[in-house]
């Protein structure tokens, strides 16, 4: 299986952070958090990771290079406008015909099992699998309701007034590779926006695997600040 690891973002939450590094490069540790992200991959057989690119891109390709010194084979995509993560899987589509594939958000560290998640993707034949997860910071998150047998029922951006349970999607996915087939050519297309809306609209079959694995994203200083002291302390085991 393949890997796509979004890192195209601005990071525009975490400047002055980002004023000379991608939000994929700031580090939890001695290493950049896609770094951690390639370690993860390699640890459960995934080497062939697909990277996109948009800015300040030769951060990201003078460290990593072709991977070989991380264990891992890493092709590049440059974009001249974000694409939007639908968007950049959409003009990666030669390289992900044919198979499954994880897409990871660039900006999340995480422990999760992706061996496990393999497993339960495959025997749940769904279009699409998420991890999922209790989040701290719902009103801020993707919120998911799914039933007995995990398949998803609703997403959304909830408000406060919705009623919901804090469950999450978080920056972790597998889809099959007819997912491409939902995403319009030479567009910018959201991941959570517009696919997945469109996948559930078309009672496309999407399931939710739960896991108290850790799972944060960096996006904002104050989970940063709270992913680092995480690490410190040993609660990330890498």
Do not use: W
């Not at 290493?31 to 990771?49: M, Q, S, V, Y």
């Not at 030769?58 to 890493?74: A, D, L, S």
């Not at 993707?142 to 469950?167: A, C, S, T």
């Amino acid at each position: 299986m393949k890997v796509f690891i979004l890192s195209a973002g601005l990071g525009t939450r975490l400047k002055p952070l980002t004023d000379i590094q991608p939000k994929v490069m700031v580090k939890i540790g001695n290493k950049p958090i896609l770094e951690h992200l390639l370690n993860l991959c390699r640890r459960h057989g995934f080497n062939d990771i697909i990277i996109n690119l948009h800015y300040l891109p030769e951060i990201i390709t003078g460290y990593f290079g072709n991977g070989q010194k991380f264990g891992v084979k890493i092709n590049y995509f440059y974009e001249e406008k974000i694409m939007g993560g639908a968007g950049a899987l959409k003009q990666a589509e030669n390289f992900l015909q044919h198979d499954n594939f994880f897409v990871f958000n660039g900006d999340v560290i995480t422990n999760v099992d992706l061996t496990a998640m393999v497993k339960f993707h495959q025997a749940h034949q769904g279009i699409g699998t998420f991890l999922v997860h209790k989040t701290d910071h719902p009103l801020d998150s993707d919120i998911v309701e799914y039933d007995e047998n995990f398949k998803i029922l609703r997403f959304l951006r909830p408000r406060q007034k919705d009623k919901y349970q804090p469950l999450a999607k978080t920056g972790t996915h597998i889809f099959r590779s007819e997912v491409l087939n939902f995403i319009p050519h030479r567009q910018e297309f959201s991941l959570e926006k517009q696919l997945i809306p469109c996948l559930l609209q078309k009672k496309q079959p999407l399931y939710a695997y739960y896991s108290n694995c850790y799972s944060k994203d960096i996006g904002t200083f104050a989970r940063l600040v709270q992913a680092r002291k995480d690490y410190q302390n040993g609660k990330i085991s890498l």
